[in-house]
């Protein structure tokens, strides 16, 4: 089983910077596979934030460009996602994915395992 457990999370205001870790317990081998973020907002659907595949090509939703960064530690087994210039819509449970195919795509049904979210509030 793939264990992951993000951390990071907490209150800041809004144009604070903030990062997220994702760390595979284990041995599981991130390297090995395509890893993704995305959040939750109470009354919304779970949506694409960010990912990185097998090569460390990253991808972002239009919301994330320009101030969020996702990157990888394979010697750690972790995955970072560094937010910048947050907005109080950035507000949300953030969860870490993690995709077999190496994919790396924007949906959520492309990814086999997930963490249980590290919860992330901004405010003004």
């Known amino acids: 089983q793939v264990q992951l457990v993000e951390s990071g999370g907490g209150l800041v205001q809004a144009g604070d910077s903030l990062r997220l870790s994702c760390a595979a317990s284990g041995r599981t081998f991130i390297s090995r596979y395509g890893m993704g973020w995305f959040r939750q907002a109470p009354g919304k659907e779970r949506e694409f934030v960010a990912a990185?595949?097998?090569?460390?090509?990253?991808y972002y939703a239009e919301s994330a460009k320009g101030r969020f960064t996702i990157s990888r530690d394979n010697a750690k087994n972790t995955v970072y996602l560094r937010m910048n210039s947050l907005k109080s819509e950035d507000t949300a449970v953030y969860l870490c994915?993690?995709?077999?195919?190496?994919?790396?795509?924007?949906?959520?049904?492309?990814?086999?395992?997930w963490g249980q979210g590290t919860q992330v509030t901004v405010s003004s």
């Open positions: 990185i595949n097998w090569l460390s090509r990253t």
């Open positions: 994915a993690a995709d077999e195919s190496s994919r790396a795509g924007s949906s959520a049904y492309e990814y086999d395992y």
